[in-house]
């Protein structure tokens, strides 16, 4: 296994990686941990937006728009 850590916005479509942290904090992490995000969650980003932000991504079997700014707090490792 892989276990070079990237920030969550740097994974490309369609790979999947498993979170090893995160770096926010504040009410951003509360929703982070309320959504599931912890460390071992899969994530897996399945499109980008026309603009490119958000993206959406599939965690626990839901799919998620996060915006760059806080999907780039998220660490993740690739799986």
Do not use: W
Not at 12 to 30: E, F, M, Q, W, Y
């Amino acid at each position: 296994m892989n276990n070079h850590q990237i920030a969550l916005n740097q994974l490309p479509i369609g790979k999947k990686a498993n979170v090893t942290a995160l770096t926010s904090d504040g009410a951003t992490r509360r929703r982070m941990l309320d959504l599931g995000i912890i460390d071992g969650t899969e994530i897996e980003p399945l499109y980008k937006s026309p603009s490119g932000n958000p993206v959406a991504y599939l965690i626990r079997g839901a799919v998620i728009a996060l915006r760059s700014d806080v999907s780039g707090r998220i660490m993740v490792s690739m799986s």
